[in-house]
């Protein structure tokens, strides 16, 4: 698996957004879109924090194998937000449905 697909693969199975990974490492959605998509590849730096972010090496980042199947769970991911982007996850996640619920029964 070519790094491009990797970190959109981590991501993806973490169920997060391109808009939340860029804020956490400060860069752009852009920025990570180019990764993604491989028009672009981060530098060692960048690839240090991709590798702390996605909680694996280096190693295991840019080796081309499958990785195996992702065990973090969702209160690690929970764990790495901001109160604000909880708040957020929250509101879209169970307060827009209960409001919905509310208006049409």
């Given at each position: 698996?070519?790094?491009?697909?990797?970190l959109?693969y981590?991501?993806?199975?973490?169920?997060?957004?391109?808009?939340?990974?860029a804020?956490?490492?400060?860069?752009s959605?852009?920025?990570?879109?180019?990764?993604?998509?491989?028009?672009?590849?981060?530098d060692?730096?960048?690839i240090?924090?991709?590798?702390?972010?996605?909680?694996?090496?280096?190693?295991?980042?840019l080796?081309?194998?499958?990785?195996?199947?992702t065990?973090?769970?969702?209160?690690?991911?929970?764990?790495?937000?901001?109160?604000?982007?909880?708040?957020?996850?929250?509101?879209?996640?169970?307060?827009?449905?209960?409001?919905?619920?509310?208006?049409?029964?």
């Amino acid at each position: 698996m070519e790094l491009a697909e990797r970190l959109k693969y981590e991501r993806e199975e973490r169920k997060l957004s391109q808009s939340f990974v860029a804020k956490e490492l400060n860069i752009s959605r852009q920025l990570l879109s180019k990764w993604e998509l491989g028009k672009s590849i981060p530098d060692l730096e960048m690839i240090q924090l991709l590798s702390e972010f996605y909680n694996f090496s280096i190693d295991e980042l840019l080796n081309k194998t499958p990785p195996e199947k992702t065990t973090s769970s969702i209160l690690e991911t929970i764990s790495k937000m901001e109160p604000e982007d909880i708040i957020e996850l929250l509101i879209l996640g169970f307060g827009l449905p209960l409001i919905l619920f509310a208006v049409f029964f």
